[in-house]
């Protein structure tokens, strides 16, 4: 059974997070502590393969917490639960923090980052990994207008008009945003050219997630001397996250699920456009490789790099803080069988999406068919083409 280590220092949610080790929380035993020194004390006498805490208490923050926790006990993961306003802190402390939960707590997402955290924290620690972002050109900053529009669309009826200016004062988000709105997926008669129409249009999650996309392309900017091309890369990721959000429709998951599904899908091979920018030679060589060999391109990576553009793009998310189910879904959509999450979720929606897309591309269908029986999904597919 794996322990984990609440922190928080409100009586009422303390009591709550026991109520895990109920039989929703079966596989894990629960303790809590309400404050960071507590917390310190309570790890000195037992080890925890958790700890979660509340970003802001008297005495000792969460970050404070759990920059001491990864200094004592580097082999525990580390989530920081806390407001919108604090996810860029949250997202600077890169080293002391595995994982940012929103307050109020989404009891579901919880329980799926606790299922999950073990194999792929497990991932994400990969020497090779770790060695390859480490050489990277620069890994970019947690971006400012995703936060931003997060906030305004959790405070109560925010006007749209204030989405709006939001969005068009990042350049790189406006004109993604237009060419979304404007593309044939979208399905609409007349051109879109006003920022705020596209915005009514697109929905305000979709906002949300294109300003992480489009944060990502203006972050990365591959060399000319590179065939490597990004307009196609922008079209399949768009095709993906419609495809990943329709089949969790489908399936009739939940709306978080559904929006979680959506944003991976359009992040997945973001990692690409991370090893063509900051290594664009042996990114040139990884692709001429993969066409003479006829062979998978991740398996190039992996041959050539140690790592895969997966792994790259989840590491960086998993760093922003991102939620637990995207990160997953990005690190295994190529191998979804890897995760310890073996039901169905984001991830199987990207991992379908991708391969269905790529079926459309002109490429063979390269589904994880064992996968998809495990988790019982197998007789879906039809469907979801």
């Known amino acids: 059974m794996k322990r984990i280590l609440f922190v928080e220092d409100y009586a009422l949610m303390r009591e709550v997070y026991e109520a895990l080790a109920g039989p929703d929380g079966a596989g894990w035993e629960v303790s809590t502590a309400a404050g960071g020194r507590e917390a310190l004390e309570i790890m000195k006498q037992r080890p925890f393969?958790?700890?979660?805490?509340?970003?802001?208490?008297?005495?000792?923050?969460?970050?404070?917490?759990?920059?001491?926790?990864?200094?004592?006990?580097?082999?525990?993961?580390?989530?920081?639960?806390?407001?919108?306003?604090?996810?860029?802190?949250?997202?600077?402390?890169?080293?002391?923090t595995h994982q940012f939960l929103m307050k109020p707590v989404d009891f579901k997402m919880l329980s799926a980052a606790l299922r999950s955290i073990g194999g792929l924290d497990e991932f994400l620690r990969d020497e090779n990994l770790r060695k390859l972002?480490?050489?990277?050109?620069?890994?970019?900053?947690?971006?400012?207008?995703?936060?931003?529009?997060?906030?305004?669309?959790?405070?109560?009826?925010?006007?749209?008009?204030?989405?709006?200016?939001?969005?068009?004062?990042?350049?790189?988000?406006?004109?993604?945003m237009l060419q979304v709105a404007n593309s044939a997926a979208m399905g609409f008669r007349e051109r879109i050219v006003d920022p705020l129409e596209a915005v009514q249009l697109l929905g305000l999650n979709n906002v949300r997630a294109l300003a992480l996309s489009a944060h990502m392309f203006a972050s990365f900017t591959p060399s000319q001397r590179i065939n490597f091309p990004i307009d196609a890369l922008w079209s399949h990721l768009m095709c993906c996250g419609d495809r990943a959000r329709a089949i969790m429709q489908t399936e009739g998951a939940d709306a978080v699920s559904v929006e979680a599904a959506y944003t991976a899908g359009i992040l997945h091979d973001i990692g690409k456009l991370m090893l063509a920018d900051s290594f664009p030679a042996e990114f040139q060589n990884a692709l001429a490789l993969a066409a003479t060999r006829d062979a998978p391109f991740y398996e190039i990576e992996l041959e050539i790099f140690g790592a895969t553009h997966a792994g790259l793009a989840a590491y960086l998310l998993g760093l922003w803080g991102l939620p637990m189910p995207i990160v997953e879904a990005v690190a295994f959509h190529h191998a979804p069988v890897r995760s310890s999450n073996q039901a169905f979720s984001p991830l199987t929606?990207?991992?379908?999406?991708?391969?269905?897309?790529?079926?459309?591309?002109?490429?063979?269908?390269?589904?994880?068919?064992?996968?998809?029986?495990?988790?019982?999904?197998?007789?879906?597919?039809?469907a979801w083409r």
């Open 49 to 96: 393969d958790v700890v979660a805490s509340d970003m802001r208490m008297e005495g000792m923050s969460g970050i404070e917490l759990l920059t001491e926790v990864s200094k004592l006990y580097p082999e525990t993961s580390r989530i920081i639960i806390s407001g919108a306003a604090d996810q860029a802190v949250a997202a600077e402390a890169l080293g002391s």
């Open 133 to 176: 972002a480490g050489r990277m050109r620069a890994l970019p900053s947690f971006p400012a207008c995703y936060l931003e529009i997060m906030k305004a669309i959790e405070a109560q009826d925010t006007p749209m008009q204030v989405i709006h200016d939001l969005v068009i004062a990042d350049p790189g988000l406006t004109a993604k």
């Open 349 to 382: 929606a990207v991992h379908a999406a991708n391969a269905l897309e790529h079926e459309v591309e002109g490429d063979p269908l390269v589904l994880d068919k064992e996968y998809l029986r495990r988790i019982g999904v197998a007789g879906r597919v039809n």
